[in-house]
């Protein structure tokens, strides 16, 4: 059974004089344990495939399961809800930080949502992204690179079975970026089914898979 699974995804976007098809029946099938780097021109349909499969957003036409349950359609919201702070992990731009919470308490939150605080595994992944010394800090005070490290931190709260992210390590120096690839990669090990949408030629390196769409479809890399 894979983690998460799209089938045939449309999803149109309207104006008051255009239509704009911004999935085309998207196809994808994400295993545990995989890290597929997604690739591709801005505006190819990119973070609205990643809002789809995470049920942030309804498509169209088509369907996602998370571990054979169909998410798409699901209902009440609140069970819908309940499913995704369960086992999506989820780092979307512009981030995914409450500004009046510190960094160690926008990690705390999902946990508390779901009954399960941690406080062990918040100074492990607060760690992890080298922000132990920021951890009383809000996110205005942190810089681009530290808020998309401490987004990360926030999206891997929970032990996650899926992992969505858009451009993880865009405001990283290369130092950053290797601790992120290494955190990254001790997750895919753990069983974590992560897509990440990326313009990092280092971690489309490291991926399992790279899948590139273009006008919200999948097409050979």
Not at 17 to 31: P, Q
Not at 39 to 68: I, N, Q
Not at 95 to 123: C, E, Q, Y
């Amino acid at each position: 059974m894979a983690a998460i699974q799209a089938f045939d995804l449309y999803r149109f976007f309207h104006t008051r004089d255009s239509e704009t098809l911004a999935l085309r029946g998207v196809n994808l099938r994400i295993e545990a344990g995989e890290m597929i780097a997604m690739v591709g021109p801005s505006g190819s349909g990119k973070s609205t495939l990643l809002s789809c499969l995470a049920g942030l957003d309804e498509p169209d036409g088509g369907y996602v399961e998370l571990s054979g349950e169909r998410l798409t359609t699901l209902r009440p919201e609140a069970v819908r809800a309940s499913r995704r702070a369960e086992g999506i992990g989820i780092l979307m731009q512009p981030g995914n930080l409450f500004p009046t919470l510190s960094i160690a308490d926008n990690v705390r939150l999902p946990m508390a949502m779901i009954g399960k605080p941690n406080a062990a595994r918040i100074g492990a992944l607060l760690h992890d992204v080298d922000l132990t010394d920021r951890q009383h800090a809000r996110p205005g005070h942190l810089s681009g690179g530290e808020a998309a490290r401490a987004g990360l931190a926030v999206a891997l709260a929970t032990s996650p079975r899926v992992l969505f992210a858009d451009e993880p390590t865009g405001q990283v120096d290369a130092a950053a970026e290797e601790r992120v690839l290494d955190l990254l990669g001790r997750q895919r090990a753990a069983g974590t089914a992560i897509l990440i949408a990326t313009h990092s030629q280092a971690l489309a390196g490291r991926a399992d898979r790279v899948i590139r769409l273009e006008d919200g479809r999948i097409v050979d890399v």
